[in-house]
């Protein structure tokens, strides 16, 4: 019976149900297209193949939007577990391989500010294990094994939330947040009466406005409808841009300590605010690794690190 049906032609071609599968879990073609390394036309030829393939619509398309049919969900759903079971008996064959490595993704400000300069001691304290950093901040797929790590800041007021099926996580650390600008900038608003003012000011977002929306709530500010400003995508392009005198930023410790130390950047004083928390950077897993001592072994130094700083 399994001969029967892993007969070639029982099976549609295996790269339009990768694609497939990462329509369905993204959401949209462009964004699946941008997690497979593929142009988004590629894949929309993909999603038609496997649909004249099986001779039915896999998703509803409306207004530019796309979402599964209910068929689609049931086909999504098996395809996508025996995706996932693939990728586990790989990654099974290729541990003896390598099992001591770790593949870790990170939020890049995160990643060069305060990881990085950690990894050597972590390296000198578990010689057997070997640890690969990618900065980056797209999330990684960790159900199908992009890396074994995922380590991000989520805010408290906005999406999306750590997490998800058969996913694992835990709240690293929740900093202060605070507004920074260069020396110049900062003299500007040496005379600031109230952190009204600063509602109008020369404010640097990242990939949108909420961080600065949640911090001024935070501080009992009116905020209106549009705020001002660039948006710079990137928390470490944020405050590379404040450093060069484009405006004020929001960041922690973990992002500017050294940057404080050295002048290039100051802390603001601003009347009647304060530091705020807004999130927390967090460290997820898949549930069923979660256990796996090098995965344990990090987790733990990285906990340890930070409840350490946080004391000091």
């Given at each position: 019976?399994?001969g029967?049906?892993?007969?070639?032609?029982?099976?549609?071609?295996?790269?339009?149900?990768?694609?497939?599968?990462?329509?369905?879990?993204?959401?949209?073609?462009?964004?699946?297209?941008?997690?497979?390394?593929?142009?988004?036309?590629?894949?929309?030829?993909?999603?038609?193949?496997?649909?004249?393939?099986?001779?039915?619509?896999?998703?509803?398309?409306?207004g530019?939007?796309?979402?599964?049919?209910?068929?689609?969900?049931?086909?999504?759903?098996?395809?996508?577990?025996?995706?996932?079971?693939?990728a586990?008996?790989?990654?099974?064959?290729?541990?003896?391989?390598?099992?001591?490595?770790?593949?870790?993704?990170?939020?890049?400000?995160?990643?060069?500010?305060?990881?990085?300069?950690?990894?050597?001691?972590?390296?000198?304290l578990?010689?057997?294990?070997?640890?690969?950093?990618?900065?980056?901040?797209?999330?990684?797929?960790?159900?199908?094994?992009?890396a074994?790590?995922?380590?991000?800041?989520?805010?408290?007021?906005?999406?999306?939330?750590?997490?998800?099926?058969?996913?694992?996580?835990?709240?690293?650390?929740?900093?202060?947040?605070?507004?920074?600008?260069?020396?110049?900038?900062?003299?500007?608003?040496?005379?600031?009466?109230?952190?009204?003012?600063?509602?109008?000011?020369?404010?640097?977002?990242?990939?949108h406005?909420?961080?600065?929306?949640?911090?001024f709530?935070?501080?009992?500010?009116?905020?209106?409808?549009?705020?001002?400003?660039?948006?710079?995508?990137?928390?470490?392009?944020?405050?590379?841009?404040?450093?060069?005198?484009?405006?004020?930023?929001l960041?922690?410790?973990?992002?500017?300590e050294?940057?404080?130390e050295?002048?290039?950047?100051?802390?603001?004083?601003?009347p009647?605010?304060?530091?705020?928390?807004?999130g927390?950077?967090?460290?997820?897993?898949?549930?069923?690794?979660?256990?796996?001592?090098?995965?344990?072994?990090?987790?733990?130094?990285?906990?340890?690190?930070?409840?350490?700083?946080?004391?000091?």
């Amino acid at each position: 019976m399994s001969g029967e049906l892993l007969n070639p032609k029982a099976l549609p071609p295996f790269a339009a149900l990768r694609a497939f599968e990462a329509v369905g879990r993204e959401g949209g073609i462009r964004k699946a297209a941008a997690s497979l390394g593929l142009d988004h036309a590629v894949v929309s030829r993909h999603i038609r193949q496997l649909e004249d393939w099986l001779g039915l619509p896999l998703f509803q398309r409306s207004g530019g939007r796309m979402g599964l049919t209910e068929a689609g969900r049931g086909y999504h759903e098996r395809v996508s577990g025996a995706m996932v079971e693939l990728a586990s008996a790989t990654l099974e064959m290729m541990r003896d391989k390598n099992d001591g490595l770790v593949n870790i993704w990170c939020v890049p400000g995160f990643a060069a500010q305060w990881i990085a300069p950690r990894l050597a001691e972590f390296d000198a304290l578990n010689p057997t294990i070997s640890v690969e950093m990618r900065p980056t901040d797209a999330v990684a797929d960790l159900m199908m094994r992009e890396a074994d790590i995922d380590v991000r800041y989520y805010g408290d007021d906005w999406l999306p939330t750590p997490g998800g099926r058969g996913l694992k996580y835990v709240e690293l650390a929740r900093p202060e947040v605070f507004v920074v600008a260069s020396p110049q900038v900062a003299a500007r608003f040496a005379d600031a009466k109230s952190a009204q003012s600063f509602v109008n000011g020369p404010l640097l977002h990242e990939e949108h406005h909420e961080q600065w929306r949640a911090w001024f709530r935070r501080n009992k500010v009116q905020v209106p409808d549009n705020l001002a400003g660039p948006k710079l995508w990137h928390a470490h392009l944020a405050i590379a841009a404040a450093k060069q005198g484009r405006g004020i930023a929001l960041a922690n410790n973990y992002l500017v300590e050294r940057d404080l130390e050295q002048g290039e950047l100051v802390q603001l004083k601003v009347p009647d605010a304060g530091p705020r928390i807004l999130g927390a950077y967090v460290f997820a897993a898949c549930e069923e690794r979660w256990n796996w001592p090098p995965i344990t072994r990090l987790r733990q130094y990285l906990q340890a690190s930070l409840n350490v700083e946080a004391v000091l």
